[in-house]
Structures are given as structure tokens and as C-alpha cells.
């Protein structure tokens, strides 16, 4: 095999890494946008919630319109083989101890 086989061989190994790492890095950002979005829905429901307790006002419809984009949004992660937010999950058990 030639200087120039070689060169050329290595340069399209180069090049398909690359192009495999642009598309891990794409992955990666819309998974975080994805999780954003989630999080931006958790909060929102959240303060719906907390003026539902401490005001009286209903949630209502609002609150099933969050949840509802809530859910979508996880499986949409789930899809995307991003790790489950199961762990920052407040109302979750607390690990055994021991």
C-alpha cells in the first residue's frame, strides 16, 4: 500500500469520527433542550400547585395541559436514550439504608 493509500485511508477513518461525534454532540443537545423544556414544565406546574395550596386557585386544566406535556417530553428522552430523571424525583422513596 502507497504513502497516498494510506493517507487516504486514514483520512476517511478521520473523517467518519468526525462525523460520528458531530452527530453525538447533536444528540446530546437536543436531549438537554428536551430536558429543559421538561424541567421549564415541571417548574411552571410546580408554582400552579404551590398557588392552588397557599391561594385557593384552582390548577385546573392548566395542570393537566403540564403533565400531560410533562410525559411527553420524558418519553420523548426515553426515546433518545437519555438517563431517566427518576432520581431528582421529590415524592420518590429514599434508597435503603444499609
Keep these: 500500500m502507497g504513502f497516498l493509500d494510506k493517507a487516504k485511508q486514514v483520512a476517511g477513518q478521520v473523517g467518519e469520527a468526525a462525523k460520528k461525534g458531530a452527530s453525538q454532540v447533536q444528540s446530546k ?3 438537554t433542550q ?3 423544556k421538561a424541567d421549564d414544565a415541571a417548574k411552571r406546574l410546580g408554582y400552579l400547585i404551590f ?3 397557599t391561594e385557593g386557585v384552582a390548577a385546573g386544566e392548566e395542570a393537566d395541559r403540564l403533565v400531560a ?3 411527553e417530553l420524558e418519553e420523548q428522552l426515553t426515546a433518545m436514550g437519555a438517563p431517566s430523571q427518576g432520581s431528582d424525583d421529590p415524592g420518590a422513596e429514599p434508597p435503603a439504608e444499609g
Excluded: G, H, P, S
Aim: proline fraction near 0%; glycine fraction near 0%; charged fraction near 65%.
Design 34 to 36: 428536551t430536558r429543559k
Design 69 to 71: 406535556e410533562i410525559k
Design 51 to 53: 398557588k392552588e395550596r
Design 29 to 31: 443537545v437536543e436531549q
